[in-house]
């Protein structure tokens, strides 16, 4: 793809990595972070392993356009423990298959299906975590900023800060 793009997530965690791995990691620690400020994770499953699959649940709040349980799944597709999962990334239904992104109104540019990129860094006993969807056209991009998922990343990571183990 010619002009990729990529949107990059970038957070300091005040714990080591072997901790912010297991909040990522870990269903019950999952749950505690998952969705921006004012949401919940109704359902969070993790086979994490090669070929594995997440199936992630998401709630609004109560009498908010957001409602509803929504879910996002993916693939697991490389595992280094404590430094790095590659894994793509889709909205879905309940059992983890894949749901067209149009079905949730988001423009017909968007990938059924990203390829996202988790690193675990130690940076003087914090851990710097990068979350990298890479290989996007301008128009992904553009939707994703409009979806506003910087801001519901950045919410989802100052909850998990908040969780730490």
Do not use: C
């Not at 128009?139 to 990343?153: D, I, R, T, Y």
């Amino acid at each position: 793809m010619e002009n990729t793009k990529e949107f990059v997530i970038t957070r300091i965690f005040d714990a080591p990595k072997e901790v912010v791995w297991k909040m990522w990691t870990v269903p019950e620690y999952v749950m505690k972070w998952w969705g921006p400020e004012g949401f919940t994770a109704p359902s969070i499953k993790i086979d994490l392993r090669v070929g594995g699959k997440y199936i992630f649940a998401m709630k609004g709040p109560a009498g908010s356009q957001w409602d509803n349980v929504m879910y996002s799944a993916g693939v697991y597709k490389e595992i280094i423990p404590f430094k790095k999962i590659v894994h793509t990334d889709y909205f879905s239904n309940e059992n983890g298959d894949i749901i067209p992104p149009t079905d949730f109104g988001v423009n017909s540019d968007f990938p059924t299906e990203n390829f996202v990129t988790v690193t675990f860094e130690e940076v003087d006993g914090k851990t710097k975590l990068n979350i990298t969807y890479s290989d996007l056209s301008e128009a992904v991009l553009e939707a994703m900023l409009k979806m506003q998922m910087k801001e519901g990343w950045e919410s989802s990571l100052e909850k998990l800060a908040k969780n730490l183990i």
